[in-house]
C-alpha cells in the first residue's frame, strides 16, 4: 500500500477491495486485526463509509482485535521482565541456517 498508513487511508483501501469482491452489501461481520491505532480508527471510519451506503455496521462489536497478538504482547513483556531475550532471526531464517549453513543463509536472503 503506497501512502500514509492511517485509518482513513486503510478504511478507503479496505472499501475498495470489499466493493471488488462485492462484500459491503451486508455480508461483512467483522474484521480481526492487531492492535495498531490506526486499525481502530480504520474501523470507524469504515462504519461511516458503509452506514452511508444504507449499511449498518457497528466498528465496536464488528472489530475483533486478535487475541494471538494480544497473547505474543503480554508474553513478550512477561519475558523481558525476567530478562529473557528474544530471538533475533526468523524461524525462516534459522531453518537455512540449519540446512545451509550460516553464511550461505545470509547469501540467500540478501539474493
Not at 14 to 34: C, M, P, S
Not at 52 to 72: D, K, T
Request: hydrophobic share 35%; glycine share 10%; net charge negative.
Amino acid at each position: 500500500m503506497k501512502g500514509q498508513n492511517n485509518g482513513a487511508r486503510l478504511a478507503i483501501d479496505l472499501k475498495e477491495v470489499l466493493d471488488r469482491f462485492e462484500l459491503t452489501d451486508g455480508r461483512l461481520l467483522g474484521i480481526r486485526t492487531d492492535n495498531v491505532s490506526s486499525n481502530y480508527s480504520m474501523t470507524r471510519e469504515l462504519q461511516s463509509t458503509i452506514e452511508a451506503s444504507g449499511i449498518e455496521w457497528p466498528a465496536l462489536g464488528n472489530h475483533i482485535p486478535c487475541m494471538a497478538h494480544v497473547i505474543q504482547l503480554a508474553l513478550g513483556a512477561v519475558m523481558s521482565s525476567l530478562g529473557v531475550k528474544g530471538r533475533t532471526k526468523s524461524w525462516e531464517a534459522h531453518e537455512r541456517d540449519q540446512l545451509f549453513g550460516e553464511n550461505e543463509s545470509t547469501d540467500i536472503g540478501k539474493s
